[in-house]
C-alpha cells in the first residue's frame, strides 16, 4: 500500500491513496473507486465493511527524535540519575570503621605474605650462592688431584742456543778423551 501524504485533519481518515486499486483488497464494486485519487483510506473500510461501525486503527509511522526530544530525554536520564544517588542512605560511621579496620587487616596480611616471600627469595638465593661455591672448591680439588696424578710435562723443546751449547760441550769432551 503507497500513501502519498496526509491531510491536516490527521488520523486514518486524512491518509489519501495513490492510485493502487489492488492495495486493500476491495472487492469488485469498489474497484474503480479504490484507484482515484483523493479517496481516504477510512472511506474505502467504511465502504467495504458496509459501515459496520468497525474502527480500525492505523500504526503510527516510526518518528525520528528531533534535537528537542534528545535534549529533554538527556535531561530525564540526568535528573533520574541524580534522584538515585540522592536517594542513598547516608552511610554509618560503624560500618566505615569496620571496613577500614578490614582494609587494614588486609593490607596488614598482604605486607606479611610479602615480606615472607622476599625472605624466601632471599634464602633460596643464600643455598644457590653456597651450592655454586662448593661446586667451584669440588672442581678446583678435582683439577689439583689430576695434576698430582698426571705425569710431568715434557721439557719445553731447546732453542738453538741450547743445542749449540750441548754440541760444543760434547766436542770437547771427546777432545778431552783424546789427548
Given amino acids: 500500500m503507497v500513501f502519498s501524504s496526509e491531510r491536516a485533519t490527521g488520523g486514518a481518515a486524512g491518509v489519501v491513496l ?23 483510506l477510512a472511506g474505502v473500510l467504511a465502504q467495504i465493511n458496509g459501515d459496520q ?32 544517588l540522592k536517594s542513598k542512605p547516608p552511610v554509618d560511621p560503624a560500618v566505615l570503621a569496620e571496613r577500614a579496620a578490614r582494609a587494614a587487616e588486609r593490607e596488614a596480611a598482604q605486607a606479611a605474605k610479602r615480606e615472607a616471600a622476599r625472605l624466601a627469595k632471599l634464602e633460596a638465593e643464600a643455598k644457590a650462592v653456597e651450592a655454586e661455591l662448593q661446586a667451584a672448591i669440588e672442581r678446583e680439588r678435582a683439577e689439583e688431584e689430576a695434576r698430582a696424578a698426571a705425569p710431568p710435562p715434557p721439557p719445553p723443546p731447546l732453542t738453538d742456543e741450547e743445542r749449540k751449547a750441548i754440541r760444543d760441550a760434547k766436542y770437547a769432551a771427546r777432545k778431552a778423551r783424546r789427548k
Fill in 18 to 40: 495513490d492510485g493502487y486499486s489492488g492495495a486493500l483488497g476491495c472487492p469488485g464494486v469498489l474497484l474503480s473507486r479504490c484507484g482515484e485519487p483523493g479517496t481516504t
Fill in 53 to 84: 461501525g468497525i474502527e480500525y486503527a492505523l500504526m503510527a509511522g516510526y518518528k525520528e527524535p528531533g534535537f528537542q526530544d534528545r535534549v529533554k530525554a538527556a535531561g530525564e536520564a540526568r535528573a533520574k540519575a541524580l534522584a538515585k
